[in-house]
């Protein structure tokens, strides 16, 4: 089963990317997302002591009116920096599935099957600024999926400014298994710091209130 999902998501990359892709679709077919097994490992956010949020596990857990980053009208393989108010940092590569990314999850784990998503490119830890602080019965997250076929860990820490608030983690599959790392009742959140040292990831459907 996941070869075959494999060869659908490397003959979609090569129609969008051409020989571009070529080196990537071969380290795709030996087991990650994004045409590449390279991994840039690094140090865990440090979360000791830190409160837990009030966790959001699925796309229908979220308050309603929360502010999306649209994806939709941007070229696979462009860098975005920042993009609906928000803003990523490090730089992130927009992708797509299945165009130039492997797999996701399906809902109602997702919100689609099919989203346009932001790649780390590398990176195991990324900071997500929102638009506006977070309100009292506000908001914030996305769904996130490992680069490669395996399940890892993520954490995310919301922040208030300088001042860290609270911390959420959960395990994603890079294997069709994308799952929702948000939180809510978060009120004066800022930021969020997400983090999956074990490897490079990519996020999607972010959201902010």
Same mark, same amino acid.
């Given at each position: 089963m996941r070869n075959t999902k494999i060869l659908v998501a490397l003959g979609a990359a090569g129609a969008l990317a051409g020989a571009s892709l070529l080196g990537a679709t071969t380290a795709s077919a030996a087991g990650s997302n994004g045409g590449t097994a390279a991994v840039t490992h690094s140090a865990a956010v440090k979360v000791d002591?830190?409160?837990?949020?009030?966790? @959001?596990?699925n796309p229908a857990d979220y308050p309603k009116k929360t502010k999306l980053v649209d994806l939709s009208g941007i070229a696979d393989f462009t860098p975005v920096s920042a993009q609906s108010g928000f803003t990523f940092s490090p730089t992130l590569e927009k992708r797509s599935v299945p165009g130039s990314w492997g797999t996701w999850g399906s809902p109602p784990d997702t919100e689609t099957a099919t989203p346009n998503i932001?790649? *780390?490119?590398? $990176? *195991?830890? @990324?900071?997500?600024?929102? &638009?506006? $602080?977070?309100?009292?019965?506000? %908001? $914030? %997250?996305?769904?996130?999926? &490992?680069n490669l076929f395996q399940v890892q860990t993520f954490t995310a820490v919301y922040h208030a400014g300088a001042k860290d608030l609270c911390t959420i983690t959960r395990d994603a599959d890079g294997s069709n298994g994308a799952r929702v790392l948000a939180a809510k009742k978060i009120k004066g959140a800022t930021s969020v710091t997400v983090s999956s040292p074990a490897g490079d990831f990519a996020i999607s459907a972010i959201r902010a209130k």
């Open positions: 002591g830190l409160k837990k949020c009030k966790q @959001i596990m932001l790649y *780390t490119n590398g $990176a *195991t830890s @990324i900071d997500v600024t929102f &638009p506006a $602080a977070s309100k009292k019965k506000g %908001g $914030a %997250g996305m769904e996130v999926e &490992p």
